[in-house]
């Protein structure tokens, strides 16, 4: 059996953790900032992201091999469900794969069952600030592929159906 056939997307929670850590010191580590990895700190935001957002993490077999976490936006002056991106890795094993489309493909599904918008940030800040945003082109090609509307630094999925004037739900 192929290993890409093994994989589990699921809502992330307090469970995964251990997972969620392992990734994101992978990124510090691929952008050459491991030094500055900060083991408690990562903990404490990541489980913000948990207890205050969405998240979705990505298993092959029992592997993380991504993760797309979300954070509620707000308008200034009132508060929305809608999504915005905070983080959206895929291990570098597993790039190339179904791994970041069937993340988004569930953060896209929660989004349309709640009628939400979700905002989906394209820009790699780490790769920016050396000034090598290598994953800018495929990152534009997966968010244009799914029908997402370009909108400044931001790709937006508009829900289905319109939210009421009382905010989305």
Same mark, same amino acid.
């Given at each position: 059996? +192929? /290993?890409? &056939?093994? @994989? =589990?997307?699921?809502?992330?929670?307090?469970? $995964?953790?251990?997972?969620?850590?392992?990734?994101?010191? /992978?990124?510090?580590?691929?952008?050459?900032? =491991?030094?500055?990895?900060?083991? $408690?700190?990562?903990?404490?935001?990541?489980? +913000?992201? =948990?207890?205050?957002? @969405?998240?979705?993490? %990505?298993?092959?077999?029992? /592997?993380?091999?991504? %993760?797309?976490?979300?954070? *509620? &936006? $707000?308008? !200034?002056?009132?508060?929305?469900?809608?999504?915005? &991106?905070?983080?959206?890795?895929? !291990?570098?094993?597993?790039?190339?794969? /179904?791994?970041? #489309?069937?993340?988004?493909? %569930?953060?896209? @599904?929660?989004?349309?069952?709640?009628?939400?918008? =979700?905002?989906?940030?394209?820009?790699?800040?780490? #790769?920016?600030?050396?000034?090598?945003? *290598?994953?800018?082109? !495929?990152?534009? *090609?997966?968010?244009?592929?799914?029908?997402?509307?370009?909108?400044?630094? &931001?790709?937006?999925?508009?829900?289905?159906?319109?939210?009421? $004037?009382?905010?989305?739900?």
């Amino acid at each position: 059996m +192929n /290993e890409i &056939t093994r @994989t =589990l997307v699921k809502q992330a929670d307090m469970s $995964d953790l251990p997972g969620l850590k392992a990734l994101l010191k /992978e990124r510090a580590r691929e952008c050459g900032d =491991l030094a500055a990895y900060d083991d $408690d700190y990562a903990s404490k935001h990541l489980i +913000n992201l =948990l207890m205050n957002g @969405t998240s979705f993490i %990505a298993y092959v077999g029992e /592997e993380p091999a991504g %993760a797309v976490m979300c954070s *509620r &936006t $707000d308008q !200034a002056y009132k508060p929305s469900n809608d999504l915005q &991106t905070e983080h959206f890795f895929v !291990a570098r094993r597993w790039r190339g794969s /179904e791994v970041g #489309e069937k993340l988004l493909l %569930a953060a896209e @599904t929660h989004s349309e069952r709640h009628n939400i918008f =979700l905002f989906v940030n394209y820009l790699d800040w780490d #790769e920016s600030k050396k000034g090598e945003p *290598r994953a800018l082109p !495929a990152m534009q *090609r997966l968010y244009r592929r799914r029908t997402y509307h370009f909108v400044g630094v &931001t790709y937006v999925r508009r829900p289905k159906k319109k939210p009421d $004037d009382g905010g989305s739900k």
